[in-house]
T-cell receptor
Framework: GENVEQHPSTLSVQEGDSAVIKCTYS??????FPWYKQELGKRPQLIID?????GEKKDQRIAVTLNKTAKHFSLHITETQPEDSAVYFC?????????????FGQGTILTVHP | NAGVTQTPKFQVLKTGQSMTLQCAQD?????MYWYRQDPGMGLRLIYY???????DKGEVPNGYNVSRLNKREFSLRLESAAPSQTSVYFC??????????????FGEGSRLTVL
């Protein structure tokens, strides 16, 4: 089955800095890569996703890049703000299963200091 | 429009006791899922239901059973709880497992402690 590794496990930045979280996946057939944000005590929510036929996707201050050859994808947050503090999860879906049957990474706790 | 609703939000059990987590969605979604969240391990899929009338095992199904009661409701049952099942459980739904937009909508979570 799919295996997703996420790094770092914790990340601390100053407000205004950029933050980068990286994930690698094992199944070359994987074709969908979402990122979820979970604020403390809340439910995970989708913030951005990318499909395997796209190399980069941006949405305001967040962007995701995908390198299919190397089997890794990254989340980039620019101009970080305290409200970006949360746990971020990457995930991958292999080509033969449902979109909801995702394999998640271990999570990254992002702390943005004012 | 409440989205995905789970009950109970908190539960403490003794080893060997049984309980059922309830989940309902009002978004007319076809697919529903149960995940568990443990520190440092992300979200792991327990069981899922691609559509009403079907259920399938996920990554960590041992010790659990599920029932897709109807299109709206998907329950998770622990027949004989063990301390290893102490976790936060999330129910989720998606419009259709085969659609391009694969967003999962999560419930608020149920924190279960097994003593």
């Amino acid at each position: 089955g799919e295996n997703v590794e996420q790094h770092p496990s914790t990340l601390s930045v100053q407000e205004g800095d950029s933050a980068v979280i990286k994930c690698t996946y094992s199944d070359s057939a994987s074709n969908y890569f979402p990122w979820y944000k979970q604020e403390l005590g809340k439910r995970p929510q989708l913030i951005i996703d990318i499909r395997s036929n796209v190399g980069e996707k941006k949405d305001q201050r967040i962007a995701v890049t995908l390198n299919k050859t190397a089997k890794h994808f990254s989340l980039h947050i620019t101009e970080t703000q305290p409200e970006d503090s949360a746990v971020y999860f990457c995930a991958a879906r292999d080509g033969g299963t449902s979109y909801g049957k995702l394999t998640f990474g271990q999570g990254t706790i992002l702390t943005v200091h004012p | 429009n409440a989205g995905v609703t789970q009950t109970p939000k908190f539960q403490v059990l003794k080893t060997g006791q049984s309980m059922t987590l309830q989940c309902a969605q009002d978004m007319n979604h076809n697919s529903m899922y149960w995940y568990r969240q443990d520190p440092g391990m992300g979200l792991r899929l327990i069981y899922y239901s691609a559509s009403e009338g079907t259920t399938d095992k996920g990554e960590v199904p041992n010790g659990y059973n599920v029932s897709r009661l109807n299109k709206r409701e998907f329950s998770l049952r622990l027949e004989s709880a063990a301390p290893s099942q102490t976790s936060v459980y999330f129910c989720a739904s998606s419009r259709d497992e085969t659609t391009v937009t694969g967003e999962l909508f999560f419930g608020e979570g149920s924190r279960l402690t097994v003593l």
